[in-house]
């Protein structure tokens, strides 16, 4: 099994592709070992000091660092994900899904065919690009012409990610959708 590791643009985040599929449907984020108890493979990966969050994407898994050494965990960080695929050991524990969402979203119900199109530009041209980077972002709501989202993964403390927000994805927004004034990170 050949596991390739690219590198995000997050420094304290790399983004493991071990070639095949990790979520058959949604994404899962784990910011602590206690949320990790779902899956026995993020709980693995929680056990090497210096791991501090795990994404499960599609094809991919990214783990996010403290200050620790990726030349120390790397390798360790290879090993746990061979180990787990190469066992056939599930991904999840019970009936444990993965799940895009992370809150109810908020709207006006006037505002339903203009979320409808912030959705489409979501979905068709702003997450597969995030994915690429490691991460993932989401629909949480629209209000008085601001788009909020909550971005995950390598997305999430990402130094360039308020880069990201304003001129990228607000300027997209702002370009399909005129009603779209600011789009904010929750």
Not at 177 to 186: A, D, G, L, M, S
Request: with cysteine.
């Amino acid at each position: 099994m050949f596991i390739q590791t690219e590198v995000t643009p997050n420094p304290a985040t790399l983004k493991f592709l071990p070639g095949r599929v990790v979520m058959s449907e949604g994404t899962l984020d784990f910011r602590s070992a206690e949320e990790a108890a779902v899956s026995p493979l993020a709980e693995n990966l929680f056990s090497i000091p210096g791991v501090v969050g795990i994404f499960f994407g599609h094809d991919f898994i990214t783990v996010t660092k403290d200050d620790a050494d990726w030349q120390h965990l790397r390798p360790a960080i290879l090993g746990m994900i061979m180990e787990h695929f190469m066992s056939g050991a599930p991904l999840l524990r019970n009936d444990a899904a993965g799940d895009d969402d992370t809150g109810d979203e908020f709207f006006d119900e006037g505002d339903e065919d203009t979320v409808t199109m912030i959705k489409d530009l979501l979905e068709t041209r702003v997450r597969p690009a995030v994915a690429q980077d490691g991460g993932d972002i989401t629909f949480r709501g629209y209000k008085e012409g601001i788009v909020y989202l909550s971005m995950r993964g390598a997305c999430a403390g990402c130094p360039s990610s308020t880069a990201t927000l304003s001129h990228g994805i607000q300027n997209l927004m702002r370009h399909f959708i005129p009603e779209v004034q600011e789009v904010r990170q929750i």
